[in-house]
């Protein structure tokens, strides 16, 4: 996903991109283990900053923790700031960046991105209710939620990327998509358990059916797209693998590792990541209140829709996120109070199944390429399929079975302190979904779209995806979740 | 390599045809992921989602 701005000549380090991985899950570790220190009564990240909706912008910042109320909302803001400066300072240092750069193209990114963040809380973009609009003195609102500040985000960076691209060139250093959704998926996963906890055997069942978006995404969209590159679009297999990789299974990563496996030139598959996140920011702007116009009677069909039909994790966890804010929103102005997380966290799970095969994927292809096809001296090694494992997905692993033991199998005191401690991670999973949204929309120029010759390649993913993706992944999505609601609040 | 390079590659490159192992593939992937997709259809009949 962050390889958009990156020059095609340059070679991509496998190496670079497993480091990021595993720095996603060192910062995500962090950053839960921090959050449930609270539960001993030590608050340690009560001053991150927290944004409410507003109609007083002075009101709309505050610490999470009253303990750092002392803060105000400004001081919590600038300590959030800074603690995510030295961190992801500190990790892009292990990446082989130039720190200086990063620090300084950081903070534009944090400000633009989270300023956008408190654009989309103001009260007529994000009240919802009949009750909130009678609270902030309002005859209408957007009633997009406070989460409506990721479309702000999006909406930012795609500004500066077609309209301002020396600014966004300038910004490149810290526009690193991939590397913060890692970090908010690993921290997702305390989230998802607390939530799953409530409903152990509603979490089960939604379980169960995200393996019908593994044979769907691995064994149906991949050869159809694989086909339609083929032979209506004649692409030679070299472009054509991780062309149907990043469409059918999940973008950028899927791209790379099955582009890698087929010794593929790097340019190839970098170039195929350019597009899937253009067309994934396209996705995150229609889908999701196409959702919320056509599904929020079916909240967990439209969640696994979308961790079906958006094609980068970044995009479709976030997306998700969205889609669950919107339609959360939609059923409570009906007199439907749903509990928060089911969406999301089906979204999630899809997005989590289709990832964890995708080593096993690019072994596959390795194998019948450097066996059938390309013969030759560099054969494929059962290694990589560990090599290619996107490796944030065992933080998120860890963190959701630790916090579901946390929650069901420890102390009833420990179990009723977690979910505020999840709550207090949680800030920062907001934070980095915004820098994610950001990143992505700083990184989608559009005219690349209109590029001759690119435009070949943009025809196979806009035949593919709205020929058929977006389409078989609703109806597969409700084959298996319609009818099933999320619980009701209490 | 350049962009350039690679635009003009995409737009020149000669067509290669379907090897039979690609073809086996295409099928193979298919004919498993449909069958594959109607098991879990009936097994979502049969076990349904619990609340």
């Known amino acids: 996903m962050s390889d958009l701005a990156v020059n095609v000549s340059e070679p991509i380090a496998l190496k670079a991109r497993l480091n990021e991985d595993w720095l996603a899950v060192m910062i995500g570790l962090v950053i839960f283990g921090s959050a449930l220190v609270s539960i001993s009564g030590t608050d340690l990240l009560g001053w991150a900053v927290t944004t409410s909706v507003y109609t007083d912008v002075a009101q709309a910042l505050n610490p999470f923790a009253k303990a750092y109320a002392w803060l105000g909302g400004g001081g919590a803001l600038l300590v959030t700031y800074a603690a995510l400066l030295v961190v992801l300072s500190l990790s892009v240092v292990t990446l082989g960046a130039d720190v200086k750069k990063f620090a300084i193209a950081f903070t534009a990114v944090f400000a633009i991105a989270y300023g956008s963040w408190i654009i989309g809380s103001y009260a007529y973009i994000a009240a919802v209710t009949p009750a909130e609009q009678q609270k902030f003195g309002l005859a209408w609102s957007l009633k997009l939620t406070n989460e409506g500040g990721f479309i702000v985000a999006l909406l930012s960076g795609l500004v500066i990327a077609n309209f301002f691209p020396r600014f966004a060139e300038w910004l490149k250093d810290a526009i690193r998509p991939e590397l913060y959704i890692k970090i908010a998926i690993v921290i997702l996963g305390a989230t998802v358990a607390v939530t799953a906890a409530g409903r152990l055997s509603l979490a089960s069942s939604l379980l169960v059916r995200g393996a019908a978006a593994i044979v769907e995404a691995y064994l149906i969209y991949w050869a159809v797209i694989y086909y339609i590159s083929r032979k209506w679009f004649g692409f030679s297999r070299e472009w054509s693998v991780p062309l149907a990789s990043g469409i059918s299974i999940c973008g950028v990563a899927a791209a790379i590792a099955t582009g890698g496996a087929i010794r593929a030139r790097p340019a190839v598959p970098i170039l195929v990541s350019s597009l899937v996140v253009v067309f994934a920011v396209v996705e995150v702007l229609i889908l999701p209140f196409l959702a919320q116009t056509f599904l929020w009677q079916e909240p967990l069909v439209a969640g696994a829709w979308i961790g079906l039909a958006i094609k980068t994790d970044g995009a479709a966890v976030a997306g998700g996120g969205i889609t669950e804010s919107l339609i959360m929103a939609k059923a409570a102005a009906e007199g439907i109070k749903y509990q928060p997380g089911w969406i999301l966290a089906t979204t999630t799970t899809v997005k989590i199944f289709i990832d964890i095969f995708i080593g096993i994927w690019a072994f596959i292809l390795g194998y019948i390429w450097t066996n059938h096809i390309d013969k030759g001296p560099d054969k494929a090694k059962p290694v990589e399929i560990w090599q290619r494992f996107p490796k944030f997905i065992l933080g998120f692993l860890f963190v959701f079975a630790g916090s579901l033991w946390l929650a069901i199998g420890s102390t009833p005191e420990i179990a009723k302190a977690l979910p505020a401690a999840a709550g207090e991670a949680n800030i920062f999973r907001v934070i980095f979904f915004i820098l994610t949204f950001f990143s992505i929309g700083v990184l989608s120029d559009f005219r690349k779209l209109w590029q001759q010759d690119f435009g070949k390649l943009a025809a196979v993913y806009f035949v593919s995806l709205f020929g058929f993706v977006i389409w078989v992944g609703l109806l597969i999505s409700w084959l298996f979740f319609s009818g099933f609601k999320p619980p009701l609040a209490s | ?51």
Request: no cysteine; glycine share 8%.
């Open chain 2, 1 to 51: 390599m350049s962009q350039s390079d690679l635009k003009n590659e995409i737009s020149a490159a000669a067509v290669e045809p379907l090897l039979p192992v690609e073809k086996k593939l295409i099928g193979w992937s298919l004919g498993l992921g449909i069958g594959l997709l109607l098991v879990l259809i009936a097994l979502n009949h049969f076990v349904p989602i619990k609340l």
